[in-house]
């Protein structure tokens, strides 16, 4: 019974102590797991909080911009304007006083602008290229801001590829095919186009060689190519597509800004909504991400990764969505140079050639004319809709025939019903744009007031 008992106890013992060393085993494995489960469990913590925290600043927003959103001109047309006034002051006394505080800046921008007026106003041969270089510079100026107002987004942007640029393109394209020439005499041309005479005193040179006379004309009266009316628009083409790009600048540098905490527009809404979009994909996997929310995602992932090539390829294209790409470039600290260099490249290279082609090819003559033939076909609607359009085609080609200075009345009998709707169409645009300026102004006020916060 002893030994039994013995051996009862020995197995006991062996089993309590093989059960303690499995425990023991049991208990060390997890410590090895335990460290990458709680930096995951860690940074999971924090996504929420973030996100918590975001959802409530959000909410803020929400309220504060539902406020704001009833600040509009024809509502509160006298409290609005006011507004307008007070933000207009606040921004033009920021930015005094940020460029005063570049002391070396302003010093030599002032001997500049001295040293400029000083050759504008004396006399002498050199009036002559001062003159073609002040036209030259504002007209190129003009299509610079037009290219700004495009993309800059004040309120909403105005999109004068379709009021401004592509009808010039489109223009030039008629009138090269019309006159046979790309070379229209200057002026009235840009601001107006008119088809050059076959022989002009100003475009004749004249040789003489045993005394024959011999007139060599020097227009392009050769068969017009695709290339010419590309090259004969380049530089309005080039200078709105730059226009674009810097209007690309603002989100870049408002993002950059809160991320290196220098300023206090971190509550911008902007900004919140891509954190917030960034932390819910990074979260859910972009399971609860709308099918808007996952392209401006894989926008964010595509820049993120690729860097400047993925901004080229996003500047490349016609893009709704190339403002996230200035705040992802500017809250990663991406380079301002590899931002804006491959946007300029993008914008106001490859996306603006690309346009233009398109342009010349759908307005080129044989285009238009087989266009219009084609409208007849539209069931009910055709007869009506190819009327308008042909009135149009005569108009235009009835104002490139007549000389510099003549009135149009002896060359277009009619206004067509084409261009009185598209000048509509631009005044409203145009008085669309301004009131949304206006609304935009005098919202941001009403934020930074109620906020307390001193942004622009």
């Given at each position: 019974?002893?030994f039994?008992?013995?051996?009862?106890?020995?197995t006991?013992?062996?089993?309590?102590?093989t059960?303690?060393?499995?425990?023991?085993?049991?208990?060390k494995?997890?410590k090895?797991?335990?460290?990458?489960?709680?930096k995951?469990?860690?940074?999971?913590k924090?996504?929420?909080?973030?996100?918590h925290?975001?959802?409530k600043k959000?909410?803020?927003?929400?309220?504060?911009r539902?406020?704001a959103d009833?600040?509009?001109?024809?509502?509160?047309p006298?409290?609005t304007?006011n507004?307008c006034?007070?933000e207009?002051?606040?921004i033009?006394?920021?930015?005094?006083?940020r460029?005063?505080?570049y002391?070396?800046?302003?010093?030599?921008?002032?001997?500049?602008i001295l040293?400029?007026?000083f050759?504008?106003?004396?006399?002498?041969?050199?009036?002559?290229?001062?003159?073609?270089?002040?036209?030259?510079?504002?007209?190129?100026?003009?299509?610079?801001?037009?290219g700004v107002?495009?993309s800059?987004g004040?309120?909403t942007?105005?999109?004068?590829?379709?009021?401004?640029?592509?009808?010039?393109i489109?223009?030039v394209?008629?009138?090269a095919?019309e006159c046979g020439?790309?070379?229209?005499?200057r002026p009235?041309?840009?601001?107006?186009i008119?088809?050059?005479?076959?022989?002009?005193?100003?475009?004749?040179?004249t040789?003489?060689n045993?005394?024959?006379?011999?007139l060599?004309?020097?227009?392009?009266t050769g068969p017009?190519?695709?290339?010419?009316?590309?090259w004969?628009?380049?530089?309005?083409?080039?200078?709105?597509?730059?226009?674009?790009?810097?209007?690309?600048?603002?989100?870049?540098?408002?993002?950059?800004a809160?991320?290196?905490?220098?300023?206090?527009?971190?509550?911008?809404?902007e900004?919140?909504?891509f954190?917030?979009?960034?932390?819910n994909?990074?979260?859910?996997?972009?399971?609860?991400?709308?099918?808007f929310?996952?392209v401006?995602?894989?926008?964010?992932?595509l820049i993120?990764?690729?860097?400047?090539?993925g901004?080229?390829l996003?500047?490349?294209?016609?893009?709704?969505?190339?403002?996230l790409?200035?705040?992802?470039?500017?809250?990663?600290?991406?380079?301002?140079?590899?931002?804006?260099l491959?946007?300029?490249?993008?914008?106001?290279?490859i996306?603006?050639s690309?346009?233009?082609?398109f342009?010349?090819f759908?307005?080129?003559?044989?285009h238009?004319?087989r266009i219009?033939?084609?409208?007849?076909?539209?069931?009910h609607?055709g007869?009506?809709?190819?009327?308008p359009?042909k009135d149009?085609?005569l108009?235009?080609k009835?104002k490139?025939?007549r000389?510099?200075?003549?009135?149009?009345?002896?060359?277009?009998?009619?206004?067509?019903?084409?261009?009185k709707?598209f000048?509509?169409?631009?005044?409203?645009?145009?008085?669309?744009?301004?009131?949304?300026?206006?609304?935009?102004?005098a919202q941001?006020?009403?934020?930074?007031?109620?906020?307390?916060l001193?942004?622009?």
């Open positions: 019974m002893n039994k008992a013995g051996i009862e106890s020995h006991t013992m062996g089993t309590l102590s059960s303690s060393s499995s425990r023991r085993r049991k208990g494995q997890p090895s797991t335990s460290i990458p489960n709680s995951l469990t860690t940074s999971s924090n996504l929420e909080e973030q996100e925290l975001l959802a959000k909410s803020q927003q929400e309220m504060l539902h406020e009833k600040i509009v001109l024809w509502r509160h006298v409290c304007i507004y006034v007070l207009l002051i606040y033009f006394h920021h930015i005094i006083k460029f005063v505080s002391r070396k800046t302003l010093f030599a921008s002032i001997i500049l040293f400029l007026t050759l504008y106003n004396t006399e002498g041969s050199h009036q002559t290229s001062i003159q073609t270089i002040e036209t030259l510079f504002f007209w190129l100026l003009y299509w610079f801001g037009l107002a495009s800059i004040l309120g942007g105005l999109h004068t590829f379709l009021l401004y640029l592509g009808p010039f489109a223009q394209t008629l009138a095919y020439s790309i070379k229209f005499p009235p041309y840009p601001n107006e008119v088809c050059p005479s076959l022989i002009s005193t100003s475009t004749v040179r040789i003489t045993d005394n024959d006379t011999v060599t004309d020097l227009l392009e017009i190519s695709f290339w010419k009316i590309l004969k628009v380049k530089i309005e083409a080039f200078f709105w597509g730059l226009g674009t790009a810097f209007g690309e600048l603002p989100p870049y540098f408002m993002a950059r809160a991320r290196l905490g220098t300023s206090d527009n971190s509550d911008d809404e900004l919140l909504e954190e917030a979009l960034v932390i994909a990074e979260l859910y996997s972009s399971r609860n991400l709308t099918l929310e996952r401006r995602y894989l926008v964010y992932r993120k990764r690729i860097g400047f090539l901004i080229l996003c500047a490349s294209i016609p893009n709704p969505l190339f403002d790409a200035g705040i992802t470039c500017g809250y990663f600290l991406i380079s301002f140079w590899t931002f804006f491959a946007t300029i490249i993008g914008k106001a290279l996306k603006m690309i346009q233009t082609v342009i010349i759908l307005f080129s003559e044989h238009v004319e219009i033939r084609w409208m007849k076909h539209i069931p609607y007869g009506l809709l190819q009327t359009f149009w085609l108009e235009q009835g490139m025939h000389k510099p200075g003549e009135n149009l009345t002896n060359h277009v009998t009619k206004i067509s019903a084409l261009t709707v000048n509509l169409f631009v005044a409203g645009m145009i008085i669309y744009f301004i009131a949304s300026i206006i609304n935009s102004l941001r006020y009403y934020k930074r007031t109620r906020t307390g001193k942004t622009m």
